[in-house]
């Protein structure tokens, strides 16, 4: 089993800050306000907010003898994809992602995950922590395509070798 870390890039770094610093902001202004209600509602609704981001918020991405586990942190969560069910695997450039947009999910507050689109690629789901070592996934006979972005782009090339021994 071989596991591969998961970094946040900076600019996750700094959106995923900046969330953090709304939490104490919302609640001081509604007491600044003398609007106790409005700072507690507030203050729950991003205290909510954080919570759910971060538990589906990837940690990393494991290689088992059959499965690429896409780890999350609340492990009930996790993403599994068989590796027999990978039709192929490249590595993606910046300029692959240029133009996309969410469809439903985060981007950029504990990383990029969830639907997204573009003109090049249509729809695809996305794993990533960070824009480096994108690696695009052609999983089963749907085609589905999926997005990862391990620290170690060595990944791919464990990806590419189980493919081509199963495939």
């Known amino acids: 089993m071989e ?12 959106i995923t800050g900046f ?4 939490v ?16 507690l509602t507030v203050g729950l609704i991003l205290a909510c907010i954080l919570f759910f981001a971060y538990i589906f918020s990837i940690q990393s991405y494991q290689i088992t003898e059959d499965t690429l586990i896409i780890k999350r942190r ?8 068989r590796l027999s069910e990978i039709e192929s695997v490249k590595l993606l450039s ?18 990029y995950y969830g639907y ?7 729809s695809f789901r996305m794993y990533v922590t960070n824009r480096k070592n994108l690696l695009l996934l052609v999983v089963g006979k749907s085609k589905t395509e999926i997005v990862i972005s391990p620290d170690d782009a060595t990944m791919l090339d464990v990806l590419q070798k189980h493919i081509k021994t199963t495939g």
Not at 19 to 22: N, R
Not at 76 to 81: F, Q, S
Not at 116 to 121: I, V
């Open 94 to 111: 910046k300029e692959d992602l240029k133009g996309t947009i969410r469809t439903l999910g985060d981007a950029g507050f504990f990383g």
């Open 74 to 81: 609340l492990s009930g969560l996790n993403k599994e994809i």
């Open 24 to 39: 104490p902001f919302g609640v001081l202004m509604g007491f600044i306000k003398s609007n106790w209600y409005l700072s």
């Open 19 to 22: 969330v953090f610093l709304l």
């Open 116 to 122: 997204f689109f573009n003109r090049k690629m249509g």
């Open 3 to 14: 596991t591969y870390k998961a970094s946040l890039d900076t600019t996750a770094k700094v």
